[in-house]
């Protein structure tokens, strides 16, 4: 067999440097508008993409474009898209990356994305927006304060205006002759004897993180005051420093004794809300947007009359207020700046003026829009004065955090329920990121 | 024909569409990919030449080191399982079930053909503890014992892994080294066989040497492809819990696009890459000398 001749090695070369040079050049050579293949003034859709676990929103958002937002419709039509809410951020990075962002999305899970969107000029200024559409009094001064607190500008709408605390079951803690506790010791005498009833004290997702190191926040800003947090973020406090692992530390104890049912790093969010709304579980952490799945019968067997609202308790001696309710505007939406325009204008004002209303009359849940509807139930009634009442508000635990120490935290919450890791281990991972940030 | 190749112009022309996709879709990314690693940032906030800043974090991030652990022991345990499995089920094939053994073929074979997902899914139900007991468990409940919360450690979330990853791809090496084995002569069998050798005495002194290129072979595909894990890892542990079941790939994917850190990402990548080459090699160096020896 004659052998195949070899090229010289320096044609080669020369093929193999001009072939990469000129992949180069082509892939460097974009358009120079970054190649925008959203721009509003090209839309034919009202792009929303949204996370999965929200349905409240996606549902009055169909509602409205049906009802008092059909002329926006008409014109540009509603399109909404889901994404699990463990992979949002990754999806907004990427598709910020290609200056793809759609329409109206939500914002990440943690207020540093936002700001890094907006940094970036991917998101709307809503003072400047919602100031050319005439619409400036839309959004209520308080949701306001807390959005440009959070997200460093009027940078996020207040679809959802929330307080936090615990909701408990009324019949299961009335049948176990228990009166919702105040203090921390209570509140674990309490799960005591629910759990000796046979009731899973706690219903929480681990798969979700964020339930579970809500009880470490919410400890901390009553132990050590609403600031306790803000002194981290400052480099003030670590987490490693004792008062702050004693917070987790108390919730592991929680873990330890078995106040939450069984395999809890797999009980994924609706999970968690099936086991308070059907009963198996007495208490549950979570935010006021849960108002609208208690108020629907079918979503909530036991009943709105069987809810109970309590603030996070207080801890002995500590230097919180019990009355400072964790406050946010939930996961919340923003607009793309790139793909405002034309159409997608129209829909911010009508959302303006119609969506206050809208959220509490059909979704049972309050808003930070302006609203001239009236509340019927009961429980909301009570959430609504409860955040008239407030005069101070507190944070969550990773909203100071990058997404890095927020997404350690959370994947590594369950485990300390479970006992896998310490409260001192699972302080220092998340310590250990806030160092790198 | 044989002109035809001999002539350069006409070779580098027939080389050229191929060259030039593999160069697209493999030499520019990775390139690419090489030059991030002196940079820091993302492509929402733009980068910023940072030397060689990424290489020291590098060795001093403990997550890398316990991701690059866990990529090694995972590469080490389902490599074993599924080669040792695969040349069991192979052998078997040859010597036990013979010509006729079509069915069990195919039903060793069919998980192969699955998506990863789908897999993945299946096992997620049959270790569930909540909202209710899998299979498993259920088993476990009525033989007395207590439920396992296999996803809530690192020990036995791995375990369930690994299991799935085994059953999932021993069909595949099994047809493998079937083929491999078909190829050893009957006549030296036989002749073993008269010599007074059977059972495992025939597999140690003459099945195995010489069914040893195919199975060095199968031992490379398989470590290359478990250093590079990550859909089932993501499918089914999502790397949980904490860092527990997190290969280098994942973090690498975790550290670029969820933390929006794409030259960390790249540095991370550039190990990888780096274990991947000395792994290939020390394999392919040691199979030569056994081969050739």
Redesign the interface.
Known sequence: M?P??R?PRR?MLL??TG??AA??VA?CSGPADGGSASAGAEAEEFKFLVNTENTTIPDLLTSLSEGACSEQEAALPLSVETVPQ?QL??RL??L???DALPAMYAAGNSPA?TK??A??G?VLDFEQALADLGKEDAVLPAARSTIEALYGGFNVLPFQYNIEGIWYNETLFADNGIEPPATWDELVAAAQTLKDAGVVPFAASGEQGWPITRLISGYLFRDLGPDALQKVADGEAELTDPEYVAAAQAVADLGAAGFF???????DYD?AF??FTSGDAGMFYMGSWALSTFADPEANPIGADAVGFMPFPAVEGGAGDVDAYPSNVGLPMTFSAKAYGAGVDDWLGCLADSYGDASLTEANTISGFASTAQIEDPLAQQVQDTIAASDSSVLWFEALF???AT??SQ??A??LL?G??SAEEFMS?VQ?DLD?E | MKRIFEDRRTALLLLAPALLVYTLVMLVPVVWSLGYTLLDGNAVAGFQYTGFDNFARLADDPKVWQAFTFTLKYAVVITTGQVLLGYVLAVFYVFVLRRSGSVVRTLTFFPVVLPTVAVALLFQKMFEIAPQNGLVNSVLNALGMGSVDWFGSAGTAFFVLALMDIWRSMGFYAVLLYTGLLDIPEEVLESARMDGASGWRLVRQIVLPLSLPVLVSSLIFSINGTLKVFDSVLALTNGGPGLGTTPLTLYMFQTSFSFGDYGYGSTIALLLTLVCLVVTLAVFRSARRDVNA
């Open positions: 004659t195949i001749r090229t044609t093929l193999a072939t990469v992949l180069g892939a463990t951020d990754q990075q990427l910020a990356g290609q994305l890094e969107l940094e970036n991917q049912s069984e395999g809890v790093g797999s009980i999970t099936n086991q990058g997404t890095q997404t350690t994947t590594n369950a485990q479970t896998a890791i991972l250990a790198a």
